[in-house]
């Protein structure tokens, strides 16, 4: 059978770049996201096809096929049904009185623009054991409030998805510590009495922390805009013109959106019980799976268990037992009656389905470039004689691209680790650089690899975290990414040259962690412009 076009199998690693341009670029552009992942997972196919000779009708026929494939994984349809559980809880909690009992007790302390926005940075941080949770969680919350403050939706989303990623990613005891363990470990493991040389993988961990540049310096940053209320870029339009509105933010909104209820109905409990039911559960459940996962649970630290716990199943029974906390509450007090409840319940199902989409075909491209070997194209591309002080800037900024290009930060990690981590100290050691700096090194290209992914998930219009921040702060996707990425972009730059850069020849944190900041202040100050922040709530 003959091919469809040209013969491109052998430059097939250039070709395995087009299908994520393809979407992303159309993204940027047209400002719709379902079709140009579509485009992007056709083009996809059609360059597998043509290596397996396969005709047009056929490749065309196999994209749902594509899709429904990339559903059919466990962690996919874990994290899934926990948006479905979780829309469903918002959904009920916003009608029966507890989502505006809670923002009324909030509003005591963010009542200003500035107050509003710290308050959502801190539940940000707070709420750090999971970027889903974070993100789901934090964006349908504030959403009311940041609202009724006149903070854009574009600010809100910023905010949101700028704090799930970093938190997670540098905490001692969070869904990814368990993923990033086993990378490094299997490392380690390539590496002739790696495990002399290091210790644990944990320890390991600890020792990259000091060079964690971007996702520490993203939440600094962050506080600087707030503390300064100045912002610039696309954020500052679209915060004053949030300013000039009523209410900010797209109207259509179904979660999050409030009933006006009678003030005798509207119960602080209502709302805040089945959150606390979700945070607690998702908790226990991570200790329990952990400790259940290792042999000798009796000798195991709790980062040691919290790092063997399954994420998935932990964020499944806590949204379910949140939403059926919320079902119960509703009803009992008689707030709503059992039919009502349900029908708020089915509403917030039916609002994820847009989110649920985009997460699938999303999904769908990032296996479609696995099997092209996107990655591994990006990563041959920087081979070569190079320095090995140099190594953890092109890690970084690898990580980044193939980050932003499949929009995974975890697939991104699951990619590079097993590649780099040898790589890297087999280049230190052969350059004759001492085996001090060549700890100093390899620390540093560990954590560039999850600063780096973080990076360019946080710049990828078709990372699942981006869009899970766009939903559940109702943002337009495409307005979120367009505000957000100038930001990101802004403090991977100072990360790298101040920070990533002069680690790898050794510069101690204590110098390029102050120099970082001071840095990221004089950009907030000199280059941001005042924003009205005392825009209090309206009545």
């Not at 087009?18 to 940027?28: D, F, Q, R």
């Not at 008689?334 to 075909?361: D, Q, R």
Request: proline share 4%; charged share 10%.
């Amino acid at each position: 059978m003959s091919t469809l076009f040209l013969d491109i199998t052998p430059t097939l690693s250039f070709w395995s770049v087009v299908p994520p341009l393809i979407a992303i670029v159309l993204a940027l552009i047209f400002k719709e996201v379902i079709i140009s992942l579509t485009l992007g997972i056709l083009s996809g196919m059609l360059i597998i096809a043509n290596r397996a000779e396969e005709n047009l009708a056929q490749t065309f026929l196999n994209v749902p096929l594509q899709v429904q494939k990339s559903l059919f994984d466990e962690g996919h349809l874990s994290v899934i049904l926990f948006t479905v559980l979780i829309g469903g809880m918002v959904s009920v909690i916003s009608q029966n009185g507890g989502m505006m009992a809670i923002v009324k007790k909030i509003s005591h302390r963010a009542s200003t623009a500035k107050s509003g926005q710290m308050a959502t940075w801190f539940l940000g941080i707070a709420i750090f054991f999971d970027d889903y949770a974070n993100t789901l969680i934090v964006g349908n919350t504030m959403r009311p409030i940041t609202d009724k403050l006149k903070i854009s939706r574009e600010k809100l989303a910023y905010l949101v998805d700028s704090t799930a990623a970093p938190v997670a990613a540098i905490g001692f005891i969070t869904t990814w510590i368990g993923s990033e363990l086993v990378y490094i470990k299997d490392g380690i493991s390539k590496i002739p009495n790696g495990a002399n040389l290091f210790g644990s993988e944990y320890s390991v961990f600890i020792s990259s922390l000091q060079f964690m540049f971007y996702p520490i310096l993203t939440l600094i940053f962050m506080f600087f805009l707030i503390w300064k209320g100045r912002d610039f870029g696309p954020m500052l339009k679209a915060e004053q013109n949030a300013r000039k509105i009523e209410t900010s933010g797209i109207e259509n909104a179904k979660v999050g959106e409030i009933d006006q209820i009678p003030d005798n109905k509207e119960f602080v409990l209502n709302g805040l019980l089945p959150i606390l039911t979700l945070v607690v559960t998702v908790g226990l459940s991570l200790y329990f799976t952990g400790k259940f996962a290792l042999k000798n649970a009796d000798n195991a630290s709790l980062s040691d268990i919290i790092g063997n716990a399954d994420s998935y199943k932990a964020l499944v029974w806590g949204s379910f037992l949140g939403l059926v906390s919320a079902i119960l509450l509703t009803v009992s007090t008689k707030v709503l009656s059992i039919e009502k409840t349900m029908n708020y319940v089915l509403e917030g199902f039916k609002s994820m389905i847009p989110a649920i989409v985009i997460l699938a075909l999303a999904w769908t491209l990032g296996s479609l470039t696995e099997q092209l070997g996107t990655a591994e194209y990006l990563a041959q591309i920087t081979e070569g004689n190079i320095l090995p002080q140099l190594l953890p800037t092109i890690v970084f900024i690898l990580a980044g691209l193939i980050a932003f290009s499949t929009g995974t930060s975890w697939g991104t990690m699951a990619i590079l680790y097993p590649m780099v981590l040898f790589t890297s100290w087999k280049i230190c050691i052969d350059s004759g650089i001492s085996q001090d700096l060549s700890l100093f090194v390899f620390a540093n290209v560990v954590s560039a690899v999850l600063a780096g992914s973080v990076l360019g998930d946080h710049c990828s219009p078709i990372s699942d975290t981006t869009i899970l921040s766009s939903m559940a702060s109702d943002c337009n996707h495409i307005s979120h990414v367009k505000t957000q990425m100038p930001y990101a972009l802004t403090v991977g730059a100072v990360a790298i040259l101040l920070g990533t850069l002069p680690a790898g020849f050794g510069v101690p944190f204590y110098i390029t962690f102050p120099l970082c900041i001071a840095a990221l202040y004089f950009i907030v100050s000199y280059f941001g412009k005042m924003v009205d922040n005392t825009s209090s709530k309206t009545a």
